[in-house]
């Protein structure tokens, strides 16, 4: 029973028991993909390599029987960099969208594929709860947002994009007009007040989100109703760009009333007429009542700002980019104060994202916490992205789409039907991962900070194999860890897979160009389980918040 | 098309077998006679086998041998080994498919006629730039010899092809003198199967008292084809004081014309009949030629001779002894110069663990490159506990530049049978294995032939000389896979499986074929043993350094006056090499670099070519001993282009597996094509270093842990290159797009660049500077080497 030493802690294990499993014995976590538990380790991906004193080159921990005496570094810088490396080769070889392009671009990053999907299998709860996570305001947004998702829609390549903008319109007035519309679950009310100058859509997303997370929040504004330049703005160009043909504001104030009403359901306090005097200390004699302040006055006068005693910068107040703070303590600004752009979905992605910088201000102060925690703003999830498509391979992705033009409502200020939304649900052509929330290269590569664009080559061409009844192929996620070949050959399929091809060009494939469904009759459910990538995914899954 | 005939298909199976380790001769098998592996032809055999379409499907599209659309007739394969890349075989590549019109994405022109394929190396460095249609070889090629040797070929085959009965040989009888002259591949393409065949017709004719007999080769590949004749007479024995051996003549560089000449030189003739006949038919080639003995005093070489000399006298033959003497698969006549002797001994005198203890004195390391020690392999399967234990020699020699295992085993069979008895002797194994590369069918066939007569005679087989020993050879024919050298890819596919090396630890030693204790030793290393046991440790201990000791065995190639086959030993300088044995530079230029190693090498400098050529020191410069490729560059040689080079070979013989050598060398190579082709970008050198140093640490095996010395050992020595490429220029001269053809004043308006360039950038203008049109131009070279006058001019 060898006993060998990991990050200097003692550890006995079986015979034959390999690095990986001391490590697990210690509760030491050494990434790894390629590996699975019960199948024979193939030693491909390498990022579970570790430092063995007295080797010269790194080892897989998987492979790497451990030794009586043996000294093993699993964490080091050397280990790190070289993970990381093998991630960013892994990813320089990887075809394929983590988040779709029309998520990406949305300013609120909303899960448009997800609402879609979940439209068109008609889960309209589901999809007004996914719509909400990133956007408070949906059914005004759906009125008049200028929609910079519909025009990176990968299908604009085909025909025409598909409606999202109507598509999150009509789940949000599905759910408006039902008789109880959704309200997400908050957390447990904590102690901590914020204070919020402003019921425009920064303001009130930003309210809805740290409400969300148990804080309680009131929302100042001069004039006697919320919903700031919603409401008040005098002419359509202020609200929306390009200007939307069918513009109705009486319309538009009866749906952000629904939508305000809903906000203050959830606890939200609204104190209007209420006017935030522009002197210096103002603002501090607000955070004698308030733990933190939340600025979203919209457009500011010149100089305002600096009376309020707020650092000011071209564009407004002056905020560091990722965690909205000002130079005020506890002081947060959002929406058009800090920003030249009219743009409401910005300016709700402003207060979203500043309820997260609050929230974690909030939990450190003002004790300050301890070392590394600072207010980080709310993270990035990772994506790699396809870029530009080459040749034909839009019709590839049509493979999972259904063809022809938008399908319209019946006039141009209406909202869809149930029918019609579920038709234009149906083309989505899915470009998103249906594995993005448990592909382990993407977590990693979130957890080592992996740049997807650090080696550039020219990149393989998307290919997706639809022909299996439930499990949609796609060898350009695929990272070559043979589990699924494995698992075909130990399962008895009769053509099961194998690698075609040498070196570089290696790609999983059924023998004899046969395709998926034959290949795969026994086990495709155990394949797609195994499989660290999205290469291998189940072809539809309304609930799993991916598939 | 035809519906094909899979009878065929059940045939083979009933001759090869059924278990799924023949998968890859039954694949050899149904190619030799599709000419490809048509689908139904595998699911056929899979029908009939053991062999599951998953593992049919893997193995056939791993091996690069195998094709998956049917061929030409013909295949034209084009060497671009390093020898050949430096000496223009990519052009000459580009030349072909132009010729024949085939597209980028095509191998065989719409006749289906000629494919034309890259292959790593034909071993024949010595006549770079190289190619080999079907069974023939043509050498120092230039684009602008295409057609002819495509219309020479074909009337070649209208003739009916040569048939050269190297199978019988003419036993040696004593009192008579011999006519050698070396069958081996490269000397064939050189011609000499037809001196050969001229020399024993002139023998015939004239009833001259001598055999001709094919032997080993000399080494002398830049000679070839050399015909080395020695007089019976005893009178003359001395003649050439530093070789054990009769009154010698060589000739070098001869054709099938001067055949008769030169054995009408040494031999007389026994009857005076044939006396006048001979003088009449002289006296007619006279006429005919006039050029009676001119040629072969031109030609005469003599071992006194200084170039001569210098290439063999720094040289020291151990495992190459007997070079051009003896019969290579004559075993009467290996017996007789000392053969099996080493074997009787052990197998009579000594204990396994003494021979092992014989090995351990003699500081003997392992050929194939990293050079661990011998006997601690050894000692390691000799110590394991199981019963069944293999012993494997690895002649899967696939660096491009590099031939001596071709050459030990088409040479020399029996000194390596001898050698693998010795260690299966002393480990305690009675089955083996020759894995041997597919681009050598003359080696596959010599060791094959060697090994049966050695079973005929009780070298091999049951209870060998009477010493209650047994064992069993067999040949494992590789199938185009560089990576099978490495020894766990190799017992893999002995295994009939992809060529994919796994973890070390378990050593072969440990777990090797099949799961048994295996000893895989490479052919040079083989070939030393039987020396050392009948010379004893210490004579061999007393060569080299102190720590490598011995001799080593190089291909000399690259910008050399004379290259070929040398061994010397350890610790001689990498300058005696090159001027001493190779004779210096050729060409007018200096010596730039030796790249030594080949693609897990690197290039060492001509300001450290004062260096001891051993493990340690070549380690030390950032090269590698490697299988001992040896090429010579100069000053026209990028050295961007041959990182590039060397990693493009590496990244396509890549086994795929692990992602550090599947994508990193990948990515390399993007560099590196991005520096070559004018792209590079300022962080790219610090980019290519990381991602080297990456690949490096973390890859699986050798393979990919190594292949990225070429690219460090130039960037620590050439980075001045590297920063030219940035700023898009090629000091060098040899990056196409960082490049221009000029014709300069010197041009006399011959018109012959314009009838040859294929691309139609040069007008013709007789009698006027010609001009070279940079759009249309595409830097192919011809130009540069019809020129009669020197006027093409590369900037």
Request: proline share 4%.
């Amino acid at each position: 029973m060898p006993k060998l030493i990991i990050d200097n802690r003692e550890v006995g294990v079986d015979d034959g028991a390999t690095v990986l499993d001391a490590a697990e014995e210690l509760g030491i976590e050494i990434p790894t993909m390629c590996f699975l538990k019960g199948c024979k380790s193939s030693t491909s991906c390498m990022v579970c390599v570790v430092k063995v004193d007295g080797l010269a080159n790194l080892v897989p921990a998987c492979g790497t029987v451990a030794e009586e005496g043996m000294r093993v570094e699993s964490n080091c810088e050397e280990v790190r960099q070289a993970r990381k490396a093998a991630l960013e080769l892994l990813l320089s070889d990887h075809v394929g969208d983590c988040i779709g392009p029309c998520q990406i671009t949305c300013p609120a990053r909303m899960n448009i594929p997800l609402m879609i999907r979940q439209i068109a299998a008609g889960e309209l709860r589901d999809a007004i709860a996914t719509v909400k996570k990133d956007i408070a305001l949906p059914a005004v947004l759906g009125r008049i947002c200028p929609k910079p998702c519909e025009r990176a829609c990968r299908r604009n390549a085909c025909d025409e994009a598909v409606s999202i903008c109507l598509l999150k319109r009509y789940a949000a007035d599905v759910d408006l007009q039902s008789a109880n519309p959704y309200m997400p679950a908050c957390k447990p009310v904590r102690n901590k007040r914020v204070a919020i100058i402003g019921a425009g859509p920064a303001g009130l997303a930003a309210a809805y989100y740290l409400r969300r997370d148990g804080f309680n929040c009131t929302v100042f504004d001069d004039h006697e109703k919320p919903g700031g330049a919603l409401r008040y703005a005098v002419s359509q160009e202020e609200l929306a760009r390009p200007a939307t043909p069918a513009f109705d504001q009486t319309r538009l104030r009866r749906v952000l009333d629904k939508e305000i009403a809903l906000i203050e359901k959830l606890g939200v306090k609204f104190q209007g007429r209420t006017r935030v005097a522009i002197t210096p200390g103002s603002i501090e004699d607000l955070r004698k009542d308030f733990d933190a302040v939340f600025v979203a006055v919209g457009r500011l006068k010149p100089g305002d700002a600096g009376s309020m005693g707020l650092e000011t910068g071209p564009n407004g107040i002056a905020i560091d980019g990722k965690t909205y703070r000002t130079n005020l303590a506890g002081v947060f600004a959002g929406g058009d104060a800090v920003r030249n752009r009219k743009l409401t979905v910005r300016a709700v992605a402003d207060g979203k994202e500043a309820a997260v910088s609050i929230s974690q201000y909030l939990s450190l102060f003002p004790q300050g916490g301890g070392p590394g925690q600072t207010v980080t703003g709310a993270t990035k999830a990772f994506n790699i992205h396809i870029g530009k498509l080459k040749d034909d391979e839009i019709e590839k992705f049509m493979a999972c789409a259904t063809e022809g033009p938008r399908v319209r409502p019946s006039r141009e200020d209406y909202g869809f039907t149930d029918e019609q939304a579920r038709q234009e649900a149906a083309r989505c052509l899915h470009c998103d991962c249906r594995k993005a929330e448990n592909c382990r290269l993407r977590q990693y590569a979130q957890e080592y900070g992996a740049r997807p664009g650090r080696y550039k080559g020219e990149r393989r061409l998307f290919v997706q194999q639809v022909q299996h009844p439930d499990v949609i192929y796609e060898p350009g996620k695929c990272i070559d860890c043979g589990l699924c070949v494995q698992i075909a050959a130990e399962a008895g399929e009769k053509l099961g897979l194998t690698f075609i091809g040498r070196g570089f060009d290696v790609r999983v494939a059924v023998p004899f160009d046969r395709s998926l469904a034959q290949g795969l009759k026994r086990c495709a459910a155990q394949c797609v389980a195994s499989c660290p990538t999205g290469a291998l995914a189940l072809k539809n899954n309304p609930k799993s918040p991916n598939a | 098309m035809d519906e094909l005939d899979l009878t065929f298909v059940e045939q083979a199976v009933d001759k090869i077998g059924t278990g799924r380790e023949k998968v890859l001769e039954i694949l050899q098998a149904v190619q030799g006679r599709f000419g490809y592996l048509p689908e139904e032809a595998l699911e056929r055999a899979c029908e009939l086998t053991e062999i599951t379409p998953a593992s049919i499907a893997g193995v056939a599209t791993f091996y690069s041998q195998f094709r998956h659309r049917p061929a030409g007739r013909h295949t034209i394969r084009v060497c671009i080994g390093t020898a050949c890349h430096v000496q223009g075989g990519g052009q000459v590549y580009d030349a072909f498919k132009r010729y024949l019109g085939i597209g980028e994405q095509e191998d065989t022109d719409q006749q289906k006629m000629f494919t034309v394929e890259k292959v790593a190396c034909l071993g024949c460095c010595m006549l770079a730039p190289a190619i080999q249609i079907d069974d023939v070889t043509y050498g120092h090629l230039t684009s602008d010899k295409v057609s002819a040797v495509l219309s020479d070929f074909l009337e070649q085959q209208k003739a009916g092809a040569l048939q050269a009965d190297k199978q019988e040989f003419l036993k040696e009888i004593k009192d008579l003198g011999e006519i050698r002259i070396c069958l081996d591949s490269s000397c064939v393409a050189s011609g000499s199967a037809k001196v050969y065949e001229a020399l024993r017709k002139a023998v015939r004719e004239t009833g001259a008292q001598a055999v001709v007999k094919s032997v080993g080769c000399s080494g002398m590949s830049y000679l070839a084809p050399l015909v080395e004749v020695v007089l019976a007479d005893p009178a003359k024995v001395g003649l050439i004081g530093t070789r054990r051996c009769r009154s010698s003549f060589r000739y070098a560089g001869i054709q099938p014309t001067d055949a008769r000449a030169i054995v009408l030189r040494h031999f007389k003739p026994k009857q005076i009949g044939q006396k006048i006949k001979n003088t009449v038919s002289t006296m007619l080639d006279k006429i005919l030629t006039d050029r009676a003995w001119e040629p072969v005093t031109r030609y005469s070489i003599d071992v006194r001779d200084q170039p001569v000399a210098s290439f063999l006298d720094k040289q020291l033959h151990i495992a190459t002894e007997h070079c051009g003497h003896i019969d290579p698969v004559n075993l009467d006549e290996y017996v007789r110069n000392n053969g099996f002797k080493a074997l009787q001994r052990c197998v009579s005198e000594l204990s396994p663990e003494e021979v092992i203890g014989v090995i351990e004195h003699s500081g003997l390391r392992g050929r194939g490159g990293a050079g661990f020690l011998t006997h601690l392999k050894w000692s390691a399967v000799r110590d394991s506990g199981s019963k069944k234990k293999y012993v494997i020699c690895n002649g899967d020699e696939g660096d491009p530049g590099a031939f001596m295992d071709r050459m030990l085993m088409e040479s020399y069979p029996y000194r390596i049978i001898e050698g693998m008895a010795i260690a299966a002797y002393s480990v305690g194994a009675d089955e083996g294995y020759f894995y041997i590369r597919a681009e050598y069918p003359l080696a596959i066939k010599r060791m094959s032939e060697a090994i049966s007569n050695c079973q005929q005679r009780g070298y091999l087989g049951n209870n060998i000389m009477e010493g209650g020993f047994s064992l069993h050879l067999k040949i494992a024919a590789g199938a185009g896979a560089f990576v099978c050298g490495e020894e766990t890819a190799l017992m893999a596919s002995i295994e009939g499986r992809r060529g994919m090396p796994r973890l070390r630890p378990p050593y072969p030693a440990q777990s090797g074929l099949w799961g048994k204790p295996t000893l895989i030793n490479n052919v040079e290393t083989y070939a030393a043993v039987p020396w050392i046991v009948r010379n004893g440790a210490e004579a061999f201990a007393r060569l080299g350094t102190s720590s490598s000791n011995g001799t080593k065995v190089f291909a000399l190639a690259g910008k050399i006056a004379r290259g070929g086959l040398i061994e010397v030993p350890m610790g001689i300088s990498i300058r005696q090499i090159i001027e001493e044995v190779g004779g210096g530079i050729v060409g007018g230029l200096r010596l730039k670099a030796v790249q030594v190693g080949g693609p897990s090498g690197g290039c060492i400098p001509v300001e450290l070519a004062g260096i001891s050529v051993d493990y340690e020191t070549l380690n030390d410069v950032g090269a590698m001993m490697g299988s001992g490729g040896m090429v010579a560059l100069d000053e026209s040689d990028c050295m961007v282009d041959i990182a590039r080079y060397f990693l493009e070979f590496t990244q396509n013989q890549s086994c795929g597996k692990c992602t550090f050598c599947r994508i990193g060398t990948r990515r390399m190579l993007d560099i590196l094509e991005r520096l070559c082709s004018g792209q590079g970008r300022k962080a790219d050198i610090e980019e290519l270093e990381h991602l080297a140093q990456m690949v490096q640490k973390s890859s699986l095996c050798g393979l990919g842990k190594t292949a990225p010395n070429p690219v460090l050992s130039t960037v620590k020595y050439f980075r001045d290159e590297y920063e030219a490429h940035i700023e898009k220029r090629c000091p060098a001269g040899k990056c196409k797009a960082l490049i221009t053809y000029s014709i300069t004043d010197d041009c006399i308006g011959c018109t012959l660049c314009a009838q040859h360039c294929p691309a139609e950038a040069i007008a013709m203008t007789p009698y006027q500077k010609h001009e070279i049109d940079a759009e249309k131009c595409i830097r192919c070279g011809t130009c540069k080497s019809v020129c009669s006058s020197d006027a093409v001019k590369v900037q």
